[in-house]
């Protein structure tokens, strides 16, 4: 079946650091990968997809490319704020018939601090 | 971008009683919607697909007569919580897809005393 399989948290940086949240994924056939990410408070956002091998999904500073080769879809962002705190998800779509049911990742708690 | 809602934002009930919760698509319809449960510090856990105008399709562990789901229209799901009980005191979250992204409710928080 599919799964993913994100870095543990939580995660604390200072701002303007580099940040990388690790996801790794199980599937058959050729999903579709997803970060979302959740404000304090709010209900999940999407933040960035990749939808083929080698594809690079970017939004808000924030990058993943989709490594087939490695099965990954790793999250990085040059410098962050103290904005960017919040639970990052990592999700991937089976496209095979699933119909957009999405599977996420754990969570990872993102804390930035001046 | 797409707009779900979901109402109410937070419930507090007594053990026995049962929740309705409504998940809406604002400016879009959906034929599929999804219900999620979240737990603290935790994934989110895909409880059942809602189908407009037929049955709900639940996933594996999930009791369809204790969550009953019911899309009645194409903005429209809700997800009833029946008989409550302590243990299903949760964050539950509904999405709804569009132009192939998934957008999400903000969330329902129950609390079962």
């Known amino acids: 079946g599919n799964s993913v399989t994100q870095m543990e948290g939580p995660v604390t940086l200072s701002e303007e650091a580099f940040l990388t949240i690790n996801c790794t994924y199980t599937a058959t056939g050729y999903p579709s990968l997803f970060w979302y990410v959740q404000y304090p408070g709010e209900g999940l956002q999407l933040l960035l997809k990749a939808t083929k091998a080698d594809d690079k999904g970017s939004n808000k500073g924030f990058e993943a490319t989709y490594r087939k080769e490695t099965t990954s879809f790793h999250l990085e962002k040059g410098s962050v704020q103290v904005s960017d705190s919040a639970v990052y998800f990592c999700a991937l779509e089976n496209s095979g018939g699933s119909n957009y049911k999405l599977t996420f990742g754990k969570g990872t708690l993102l804390t930035v601090n001046p | 971008g797409a707009v779900v809602s979901q109402h109410p934002s937070w419930v507090i009930c007594k053990s026995g009683t049962s929740v309705k919760i409504e998940c809406r698509s604002l400016d879009f319809q959906a034929t599929t919607m999804f219900w999620y449960r979240q737990f603290p510090k935790q994934s989110l856990m895909l409880m059942a697909t809602?189908?407009?105008?037929?049955?709900?399709?639940?996933e594996q562990g999930v009791e369809k007569d204790k969550f009953l789901i019911n899309h009645a229209s194409l903005t429209l799901s809700t997800l009833t919580v029946t008989s409550a009980h302590p243990e299903d005191s949760s964050f539950y979250i509904c999405?709804?897809?569009?132009?192939?992204?998934?957008?999400f409710g903000p969330g329902t928080r129950l609390t079962v005393l």
């Open positions: 999405s709804a897809p569009t132009w192939g992204t998934q957008y």
């Open positions: 809602s189908n407009e105008g037929s049955k709900a399709t639940y």
